[in-house]
């Protein structure tokens, strides 16, 4: 068998068997969260660090930890608590953590809430080295006292900023109170922000930091483009890029479950196999859509922004933004789909009129313009295409709070075109 040269990781401290695990996952150089992370944790120091999805932090988590921690007797455990905000990152998180334990022997089990209690319930009752978990339903478990948390040694609370903006961190803190207190703490977050800092710094001790990706940094092997698209336009210049760009393996993010469907359906009509993803799907429905996605079944995913974050799926080819992302946050998650660990990938933002504020708040965060869509020729880009000005500035001040649905109405009466002088001269 060609196995894959690891030595890059053998400098960390990884045991033989991690590194074999390495080796299965054919990662040959640690990415730069894994190098700065392992050491750390092999010490059994706390750790805070800002990574965003995508950097491999995942295994920079798993790979030190299940060198370290020992396994637990029939009936005992968990050892570990890995506690992350959706169901489909627990279920990935979970099966990195399979595909090493072939090597370690540990045994894991996933709780998350949108399926049955009773293989939960029955998989503690059985004993786990490692239990990975949503908030709310191991809460749920630990009100139905199906398990203990009294034996955890390490406890890694994943994407935390994440967990802050759902309004989980109080069911976090409450599962927190059930470990004990000589744990080794592992806070994972895209961003450390203060209010991220001030809720969470209570759960670590004396971490060390590590900061791989900060505020506002872009995957770097995601090319971006931007293209004034009038709102109406929106969706026949979907379908035009889908002919001309290909429709495999692209994932297209949009604003809202209704218009997520209903694009899906009109996608199907135009002959392109689609599948859409969102907060209203049930659980078997989504891990459907993502496999059928994975597997190439289906070439494009629609999805609202419960797919923007942490969700790994290898080589999608680019990403549109049909919307434009309230929260500029939401923008870096949204391209992090494409272009992940060293792929390259490219995204396209179609952004009308009444989004142009949107779009600054963005490249504001990231400190770039997004350069204009380059293969735009021939696109019928509707009436009311805002120009957008290739000279403007994203550190210019933005216009104060938007009134949204004002803002909206007066520009579609000017045909779309906002007079602010920074949106007027560009190409459309
Ligand atoms: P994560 O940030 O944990 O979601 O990981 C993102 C992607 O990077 C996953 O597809 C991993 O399989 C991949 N990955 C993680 N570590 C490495 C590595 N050292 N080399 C190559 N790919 C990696």
Redesign the pocket.
């Given at each position: 068998m060609n196995r894959q040269d690891t030595r890059g990781f053998s400098q960390l401290g990884l045991s033989q068997k991690t590194l074999d695990a390495v080796a299965d996952?054919?990662?040959?150089?640690?990415?730069p969260v894994?190098t700065q992370t392992i050491p750390v944790v092999l010490q059994g120091r706390d750790v805070m660090a800002a990574?965003q999805?995508?950097?491999?932090?995942?295994?920079?988590f798993l790979l030190p930890i299940l060198n370290e921690v020992g396994r637990v007797r029939r009936r005992e455990g968990p050892l570990v608590l890995v506690i992350t905000p959706t169901r489909e990152l627990a279920q990935?998180i979970a099966e990195?953590a399979q595909a090493i334990c072939v090597h370690t022997h540990h045994r894991i089990a996933c709780v998350v809430g949108g399926v049955g209690y009773d293989p939960q319930r029955e998989a503690l009752r059985r004993g786990c080295d490692v239990l990975v978990a949503t908030p709310g339903r191991l809460l749920d478990l630990l009100g139905q006292e199906a398990c203990s948390l009294d034996q955890v040694e390490v406890l890694v609370l994943d994407e935390a900023d994440r967990m802050l903006d759902m309004g989980f961190l109080p069911d976090v803190r409450r599962i927190v109170a059930n470990v004990p207190n000589d744990r080794q703490t592992l806070l994972f977050s895209a961003t450390l922000s203060n209010d991220v800092l001030a809720h969470t710094q209570a759960l670590v001790h004396s971490p060390v930091r590590v900061e791989i990706a900060p505020k506002g940094t872009t995957a770097k092997t995601v090319t971006q483009y931007v293209l004034g698209v009038a709102a109406e336009a929106k969706k026949r210049v979907l379908v035009e890029t889908l002919r001309r760009e290909g429709s495999s393996r692209v994932i297209v993010f949009v604003r809202g479950k209704h218009r997520a469907d209903h694009l899906c359906r009109i996608l199907r009509k135009k002959g392109f196999s689609c599948a859409s993803m969102h907060g209203d799907r049930t659980q078997s429905q989504r891990i459907r859509a993502l496999a059928q996605f994975s597997s190439g079944e289906v070439g494009v995913l629609l999805a609202t922004d419960v797919l923007s974050r942490?969700i790994?799926i290898?080589e999608v080819a680019y990403v549109v933004n049909l919307d434009v992302p309230h929260d500029a946050e939401d923008y870096i998650h949204r391209i992090g789909r494409t272009g992940?660990?060293?792929e390259r990938g490219w995204a396209l933002t179609l952004c009308s009129a009444d989004e142009y504020d949107d779009l600054r708040r963005i490249e504001r965060l990231t400190g770039k313009v997004i350069p204009a869509y380059p293969r735009a020729d021939g696109l019928d880009v509707g009436e009311g295409a805002p120009a957008l000005d290739p000279r403007r500035n994203p550190r210019d001040p933005l216009p104060g709070k938007r009134r949204r649905g004002k803002a909206t109405a007066a520009q579609r009466a000017r045909g779309g075109r906002s007079k602010r002088p920074n949106n007027t001269g560009g190409k459309g």
């Open positions: 996952l054919g990662y040959a150089e640690p990415t894994q990574a999805t995508g950097t491999g932090k995942t295994a920079a990935q990195v942490g790994d290898p992940r660990a060293g």
